[in-house]
Every structure is written in structure tokens, then in C-alpha cells.
């Protein structure tokens, strides 16, 4: 039983830690920005995966080739 409970905690913990990286997928992107809402929707959509999985780098300009990647998406 004491197995039973641990197995259901840890997957709740698991869980809840995939939920918290989901609504701030990108750690430079404050919640309290302009563009946050947008950002995280494209990310939970697969539009957008960021620089290097963590970061966004909102300021940098991006390619031709990553702009046609977004649109084909």
C-alpha cells in the first residue's frame, strides 16, 4: 500500500512540474510581459520552440528560414 501511495505521489509531483514548464516555457520571458500570453501559446502549439529549448531571446531578429518554418507551421 505505502508502495501503492508513493508511486501516485511521484506521479503527481511529475506532473505537476510538466504543468509548471508549460505555462513558462522560455525563462526569459517574464510573466508580466506584452507579448508572454502569445509567446506561450505558440510554444504550447509547436510553433515556436525558442533559441535553445529554455530561451526565447525575444530581442534577437530571426531568419529567413526560421520566419518559413513559422509560417509553414
Known amino acids: 500500500m505505502k508502495k501503492k501511495i508513493l508511486a501516485v505521489l511521484a506521479a503527481t509531483m511529475a506532473v ?4 509548471a514548464f508549460a505555462a513558462n516555457p522560455f525563462s ?3 510573466a508580466d510581459s506584452w ?3 502569445s509567446v506561450v501559446t505558440l510554444a504550447e502549439s509547436g510553433i515556436i520552440q525558442g533559441v535553445d ?3 526565447f531571446e525575444g530581442d534577437r531578429n ?3 528560414y526560421e520566419a518559413a518554418e513559422i509560417v509553414a507551421k
Not at 16 to 19: E, N, Q
Open 28 to 30: 526569459d520571458v517574464p
Open 62 to 64: 530571426i531568419t529567413r
Open 16 to 19: 505537476g512540474a510538466t504543468c
Open 53 to 55: 529549448g529554455t530561451h
Open 35 to 37: 507579448a508572454y500570453q
